[in-house]
């Protein structure tokens, strides 16, 4: 049963709501114009006749599916302004009833045009409700199925972003208790020696865990994932000292790029845990941006230690699963994370389009 998604204030669904996709994508239409093809050609195959003049019944035929095919997509996009102010339910019922009005309209020309051709024998005065009740029967259980396809790809949808939301939310909860616990000492021991530097100290941990426990967001800007991703390593810098130091190569980005909230910081935190601190010298974290392809790029990487040099326990990766997941649904196979790991050194590589979230 197709349910109500959401409402905007007023009791109207917004059409990103919509499980019908727009008929005006230029893509879609060419997928309407395949199947209705495809119909085409299937009529064709079980027409009676159909040896003695194939090319021509396939042509008239395909004429008539892609009549009908496209003033469906035509009448569907012209109404989807309508159509996204009502529940599913009402608007595939609505759907389903402007096909089948448009069948029967096609229908009538059709008939009044092309009865007598040999594509169509059935076509006589006679039989005027044989070829209407036949053409509507048809569409009918096409619209059906086609209607149907495409409410369980929306919920098919709606699933994979419930599920992002989930998994988001789950993240953002995720900082390390040993980063609390550290971040706590370090200001502790500020707190009388550097009052300031304590006080700008828990405003940085203040913003990072606003930012990490606030889920009523579902997408970020580059430069507000930055500022948090500095505030983050600032807290560390007083933790390590001299052993921690960064450097950044951002400057080409567009700083007001769309991604998904809280996907720089668990990497430097990995970079940090996993390449920082287990070395006693420490070393450099290297931020790299750049636009390649109509993608953006960001590159962290860090020193690893050798063996036996007291490196933390490998993790399970379920940070960089999370984040990887998490991009492939905002912004689909453009999007993705890379891992380039070598003896002494270890890159992740975020990719996804300077085009904002989908």
């Given at each position: 049963?197709?349910?109500?998604?959401?409402?905007?204030?007023?009791?109207?669904?917004?059409?990103?709501?919509?499980?019908?996709?727009?008929?005006?994508?230029?893509?879609?239409?060419?997928?309407?114009?395949?199947?209705?093809?495809?119909?085409?050609?299937?009529?064709?195959?079980?027409?009676?006749?159909?040896?003695?003049?194939?090319?021509?019944?396939?042509?008239l035929i395909s004429l008539y599916m892609q009549w009908i095919a496209l003033t469906s997509a035509a009448v569907l996009c012209l109404s989807r302004p309508l159509l996204s102010r009502l529940?599913?339910?009402?608007?595939?019922?609505?759907?389903?009833?402007?096909?089948?009005?448009?069948?029967?309209?096609?229908?009538?020309?059709?008939?009044?045009?092309?009865?007598?051709?040999?594509?169509?024998?059935?076509?006589?005065?006679?039989?005027?409700?044989?070829?209407?009740?036949?053409?509507?029967?048809?569409?009918?259980?096409?619209?059906?199925?086609?209607?149907?396809?495409?409410?369980?790809?929306?919920?098919?949808?709606?699933?994979?972003?419930?599920?992002?939301?989930?998994?988001?939310?789950?993240?953002?909860?995720?900082?390390?208790?040993?980063?609390?616990?550290?971040?706590?000492?370090?200001?502790?021991?500020?707190?009388?020696?550097?009052?300031?530097?304590?006080?700008?100290?828990?405003?940085?941990?203040?913003?990072?865990?606003?930012?990490?426990?606030?889920?009523?967001?579902?997408?970020?800007?580059?430069?507000?994932?930055?500022?948090?991703?500095?505030?983050?390593?600032?807290?560390?810098?007083?933790?390590?000292?001299?052993?921690?130091?960064?450097?950044?190569?951002?400057?080409?980005?567009?700083?007001?790029?769309?991604?998904?909230?809280?996907?720089?910081?668990?990497?430097?935190?990995?970079?940090?845990?996993?390449?920082?601190?287990?070395?006693a010298e420490g070393g450099t974290i290297t931020v790299d941006g750049r636009i390649e392809g109509g993608l953006l790029e960001i590159a962290i990487g860090n020193p690893v230690p050798g063996?036996?040099?007291?490196?933390?326990?490998?993790?399970?990766?379920?940070a960089q699963e999370n984040i990887r997941q998490r991009l492939q649904i905002a912004f689909g196979n453009r999007a993705g994370l890379a891992l380039d790991e070598a003896a002494d050194y270890?890159?992740?590589?975020?990719?996804?389009?300077?085009?904002?979230?989908?």
């Amino acid at each position: 049963m197709m349910t109500a998604q959401s409402k905007e204030p007023g009791g109207a669904e917004t059409a990103a709501h919509l499980f019908l996709p727009s008929f005006c994508d230029v893509r879609l239409v060419f997928a309407v114009v395949v199947i209705a093809e495809l119909f085409a050609f299937i009529l064709t195959l079980v027409s009676p006749g159909v040896l003695d003049d194939p090319w021509s019944d396939l042509g008239l035929i395909s004429l008539y599916m892609q009549w009908i095919a496209l003033t469906s997509a035509a009448v569907l996009c012209l109404s989807r302004p309508l159509l996204s102010r009502l529940s599913n339910t009402t608007a595939a019922i609505v759907s389903y009833l402007l096909v089948l009005l448009v069948t029967g309209m096609v229908s009538e020309m059709a008939y009044r045009l092309m009865a007598g051709s040999t594509a169509f024998p059935e076509l006589s005065g006679t039989d005027h409700a044989v070829f209407q009740l036949r053409s509507l029967t048809i569409s009918s259980v096409v619209a059906a199925v086609v209607l149907r396809y495409l409410y369980v790809q929306f919920q098919w949808r709606q699933q994979l972003q419930a599920e992002s939301r989930t998994r988001i939310q789950a993240l953002q909860a995720r900082i390390r208790p040993h980063f609390l616990f550290n971040s706590m000492n370090t200001i502790a021991a500020l707190t009388r020696s550097e009052p300031a530097t304590a006080e700008a100290a828990i405003e940085d941990l203040s913003d990072l865990f606003r930012a990490a426990l606030n889920s009523s967001h579902e997408q970020a800007t580059l430069e507000d994932e930055l500022t948090l991703a500095r505030r983050y390593l600032h807290i560390e810098k007083l933790r390590l000292g001299e052993r921690l130091s960064v450097k950044w190569n951002m400057e080409d980005l567009p700083m007001g790029a769309s991604l998904p909230p809280l996907i720089l910081q668990p990497l430097l935190e990995n970079a940090i845990y996993h390449g920082i601190e287990p070395l006693a010298e420490g070393g450099t974290i290297t931020v790299d941006g750049r636009i390649e392809g109509g993608l953006l790029e960001i590159a962290i990487g860090n020193p690893v230690p050798g063996p036996g040099t007291g490196r933390h326990k490998t993790g399970n990766h379920m940070a960089q699963e999370n984040i990887r997941q998490r991009l492939q649904i905002a912004f689909g196979n453009r999007a993705g994370l890379a891992l380039d790991e070598a003896a002494d050194y270890y890159r992740v590589t975020l990719r996804f389009p300077e085009t904002g979230v989908s």
